[in-house]
């Protein structure tokens, strides 16, 4: 019964780089979230994701970051031409439902993907 | 606009001190309410939640009470262990805003020396 799964768990690219990282949900759920943690602040809402559609990205930057959930496979979130702002662990997290009306349930978060830019 | 404050660490207590960490909190329409712990290099786990006004969310010692009056979700612990050094997170997932879309404070790194 695995939980939500981030791979890689740490990612060094050079400035200019592509990174991609790596998430799969828990079994049974179909919505995925991305966040991101910048050193000393909470998480920061990215994209929502169900499978082979983005629901709301309205926490992406507007270039260089894209994510996808497709029918089969991981989601993935991809940062093209990376900067040094980017370093940040990026997190992951999964439920069965997204909006049940009721809301009364937490995410299961990844471990997290640690990525730093020199 | 919605959001989460919550008290800026970090804090240090000794082994059985009492624990309190102040979150309030900015919402549109009836939020679920959450505090999360991150444990040092590990992603968050869900500590405990609240659903609607007065509810009371309780796990591993740890209580929060929901009080809509004073938009707050504080977060209590009558004996801390060192066991219990982490960052704390509260946070609301509203149901007028982005669909799943949870807000989180800043954090609370807790500190508890033996």
């Known amino acids: 019964n695995a939980g939500v799964m981030q791979n890689p768990r740490h990612l060094v690219r050079r400035r200019g780089q592509e990174a991609r990282l790596r998430c799969s949900p828990m079994?049974?759920?179909?919505?995925v979230y991305w966040y991101r943690q910048l050193p000393e602040e909470g998480l920061k809402f990215m994209v929502y994701?169900?499978?082979?559609?983005?629901?709301?990205e309205s926490g992406m930057p507007k270039e260089r970051f894209s994510a996808e959930f497709p029918k089969e496979g991981p989601s993935i979130l991809r940062i093209q031409q990376v900067v040094r702002g980017d370093s940040a662990a990026y997190f992951c997290?999964?439920?069965?439902?997204?909006?049940?009306?009721?809301?009364?349930?937490?995410?299961?978060f990844g471990s997290g993907t640690r990525l730093t830019v020199v | 606009g919605n959001s989460v404050t919550q008290m800026e660490g970090p804090v240090t207590l000794s082994e059985e001190a009492f624990l309190t960490i102040n979150c309030t909190y900015t919402?549109?329409?009836?939020?679920?309410l959450f505090w999360y712990v991150q444990y040092p290099g590990e992603g968050l786990q869900l500590l405990l939640k609240?659903?609607?006004?007065?509810d009371k969310g309780s796990n591993k010692g740890f209580e929060a009470t929901y009080r809509k009056e004073t938009t707050s979700f504080h977060l209590e612990k009558g004996s801390v262990q060192v066991s219990d050094s982490a960052v704390y997170f509260c946070?609301?997932?509203?149901?007028?805003?982005?669909?799943?879309?949870?807000?989180f404070g800043k954090g609370t790194k807790l500190s508890v020396k033996p």
């Open positions: 946070a609301h997932k509203n149901y007028g805003g982005s669909q799943g879309n949870l807000i």
């Open positions: 609240a659903t609607k006004a007065d």
């Open positions: 994701l169900q499978k082979e559609n983005i629901i709301d």
């Open positions: 919402a549109t329409g009836y939020p679920s």
């Open positions: 079994k049974g759920h179909s919505h």
């Open positions: 997290a999964s439920s069965p439902s997204g909006f049940s009306g009721q809301g009364n349930y937490g995410y299961t």
